[in-house]
């Protein structure tokens, strides 16, 4: 007959102690404050704009009835911690990352109040002494994540469902209409463009990106790197600069058009004269320019210039690993090179050519600088759409509703298109 061993009792650590009486303290306060604000007032205890603001912000709803609750939730916490056991430090964990997450968005959007910058600092605090000494090393990346990605898709979400005002300004008033107003034909029919231009983008890249990364991957080791340089080198320079080029390329006095009006023109005259033919369509074609400039073939030639590169990488990467001896073995069994290649080289190299699908389609779907400079206000994106909305109508509910819907959309194709290659790859 076995006998149990009895458990030991976990022990509390001094920062759980430390953090049980803060959440103690903290459910005190929370309680406490909607009350003591009126007599801290009155009796000159608190003073100036911010105690007014935070008072103000603390007694009215949803945070009035939200703060008996919290302060529940924080009482019992710190009673648990005390007494110890790990799942009452899994749930104060939990309590605190949640609480610098939605208290540091509310910080931000009500601007500096006190009152949710406090308890933001509370959390903050808690969450460095509750999360051990891996935590401690990694929350300063997870506190930048948090207020520089996390917390800007937050506020730009609870923009969304606001109301513009008749000057420009956003009512805190539900309107969620702004997401029913991205349905409308107009709006609609610049979407569609959109994804016309970034599916034809996608498509380019490949054609053109695909052939060059498989020759880089077949030149030998010591010409790779020297290639791969070369194919980098063009990219250094910054993208705005590179877009303003193909502007002096593409425009009606540009490079193109000089060679295409001047020196080609120039060329075919000669050849007809010399020869004693008549006027034939291409010399009519190179007598005047090609309106290249402010169109959508102007868009998709900067794009696929613009995110050529994130094709290429990708599939190199992928063809370098492929293992060519199945090649070999492809031949052996009477497979023809294109053969060899359809069945060997290209489905191993995949997963290669979904990654470069997935970063040209994104940023070409929503793409607004190359738009606006190459192609002008007949060809404008969503992503234009957008920047026009913050900045010129000053709609921000209704330009925050456009870039959700975008989000959405571009995170549900990725995630069908990664389901579906999954099973093919």
């Known amino acids: 007959m076995g006998f149990s061993r009895p458990q030991r009792p976990q022990r509390r650590s001094v920062p759980e102690r430390i953090v049980a009486v803060l959440f103690v303290l903290n459910a005190v306060l929370l309680g406490a404050f909607p009350y003591l604000c009126p007599v801290g007032l009155q009796t000159a205890l608190f003073a100036g704009p911010g105690a007014y603001a935070a008072c103000a912000l603390a007694i009215s709803r949803p945070l009035f009835p939200l703060n008996y609750l919290l302060a529940a939730v924080d009482a019992a916490l710190g009673v648990a911690l005390w007494r110890g056991g790990r799942t009452a430090r899994n749930a104060a964990l939990l309590r605190v990352s949640i609480g610098a997450l939605a208290w540091g968005v509310l910080a931000l959007v009500a601007r500096g109040n006190l009152y949710p910058a406090l308890q933001f600092a509370f959390s903050a605090l808690l969450l460095f002494l509750l999360g051990g000494l891996v935590l401690r090393l990694l929350f300063p990346g997870g506190f930048w994540l948090v207020v520089f990605f996390a917390a800007p898709l937050v506020i730009v979400f ?174 052996d069994l009477y497979a023809s090179d294109f053969r060899a290649f359809l069945r060997v080289v290209f489905p191993l190299s995949m997963p290669g050519v979904v990654a470069g699908v997935i970063l040209v389609f994104i940023p070409s779907l929503g793409a607004y600088v190359t738009p606006d400079m190459l192609g002008g206000a007949k060809t404008m994106m969503i992503g234009n759409l957008i920047q026009q909305q913050f900045f010129s109508a000053r709609d921000w509910p209704f330009g925050s509703a456009i870039s959700f819907v975008l989000i959405a959309i571009m995170l549900v194709a990725t995630l069908v298109y990664f389901r579906v290659g999954g099973k093919t790859l």
């Open 158 to 331: 609870l923009y969304s469902f606001l109301k513009r005002g008749a000057h420009g300004e956003v009512l805190w008033a539900w309107y969620p209409q702004n997401y029913a107003r991205f349905f409308d034909p107009l709006y609609l029919t610049i979407f569609g463009r959109s994804l016309r231009i970034a599916l034809l983008t996608t498509l380019l890249c490949f054609l053109f990106g695909y052939p060059l990364a498989y020759y880089i991957a077949r030149r030998p080791p010591r010409w790779r790197n020297a290639l791969i340089l070369l194919l980098m080198i063009p990219f250094w320079t910054n993208f705005v600069v590179r877009t303003y080029a193909w502007k002096l390329i593409l425009a009606d006095e540009g490079f193109l058009n000089h060679f295409w009006t001047v020196n080609l023109h120039g060329f075919l005259s000669w050849i007809h004269q010399l020869l004693g033919l008549g006027t034939s369509p291409l010399l009519r074609a190179t007598s005047q320019p090609l309106h290249l400039l402010y169109t959508e073939t102007a868009v998709v030639v900067g794009l696929v210039y613009g995110w050529i590169t994130d094709m290429v990488l990708p599939c190199y990467a992928a063809i370098e690993r492929v293992d060519f001896s199945l090649v070999e073995a492809a031949k």
